[in-house]
């Protein structure tokens, strides 16, 4: 009976020992959550939050063309209308050695470095979608590789003149 003790002892110790490490593991998933919540009175931002994060230009093979980005923007602005602008002028692709030219049009009205109405006042009073389109030229023959811009868009409120 005794050595029936004497070997139970020690296994049952050894069974609670070892489901006492299974439970010191664990398990961890960082989460980084962020909200942009827009003004009220004025905003102009992309409905996808990813959106100029990494955005690529497709080569249409056989038509030898890049696909156009676009994306929705909800714009408001209840004091006025809204401009906008490329900071530092229409950025054009480029591999260093090479450019593509890029067409920037935002609501149908072509971006240049000097900012310009795209929405109207009464447009922009209840909220409304409009869609920013950038477009590249038709690269030639020769101009192959990897290409990249990074331009910055700036949307200004324009105040409503009394």
């Not at 990813?50 to 980005?69: C, H, Q, S, W």
């Amino acid at each position: 009976m005794f050595k029936k003790f004497a070997i139970a002892v020690p296994m049952t110790l050894l069974a609670l020992s070892s489901s006492v490490a299974f439970a010191a593991e664990e398990s961890r998933t960082s989460i980084n959550i962020s909200a942009t919540i827009p003004s009220k009175v004025f905003h102009a931002q992309p409905r996808d939050p990813n959106f100029g994060k990494d955005e690529k230009m497709a080569y249409v093979l056989g038509a030898g063309t890049l696909t156009p980005i676009r994306a929705t923007y909800d714009v408001q602005h209840t004091n006025g209308s809204v401009g906008a602008y490329v900071e530092g002028g229409p950025q054009p692709l480029s591999n260093g050695i090479n450019t593509i030219a890029l067409s920037y049009m935002f609501n149908g009205t072509t971006l240049t470095g000097v900012s310009q109405e795209v929405v109207g006042d009464s447009e922009s009073n209840g909220g409304m979608q409009a869609d920013l389109v950038i477009a590249a030229a038709k690269p030639t023959d020769t101009q192959n590789g990897l290409y990249t811009a990074n331009p910055v868009v700036i949307f200004d409120a324009i105040p409503r003149i009394p």
